[in-house]
């Protein structure tokens, strides 16, 4: 499941990065409220990514220290 939480999340920030990137095209095209949605977005995908990745690094620790346990 820590492979899955790893794909998904380096999924979910690179979705980030070009929403983050699109902010700028909407801003040369002077469509303010778009570039404002799009960063929010942009913001929202990265924390949701960043924490995906929080809970796989915890979740293998978690799986180490059982195997160490053993």
């Known amino acids: 499941m820590t492979i899955f939480y790893d794909v998904v999340g380096f999924i979910i920030i690179v979705a980030g990065g070009y929403a983050f990137f699109n902010t700028f095209d909407f801003l040369a095209h002077e469509n303010f409220l778009g570039a404002i949605f799009s960063f929010l977005s942009a913001v929202i995908l990265f924390v949701g990514g960043i924490n995906l ?18």
């Open 53 to 70: 990745l929080k809970t796989s690094i915890a979740a293998k620790l978690e799986i180490m220290k059982e195997r160490k346990e053993k």
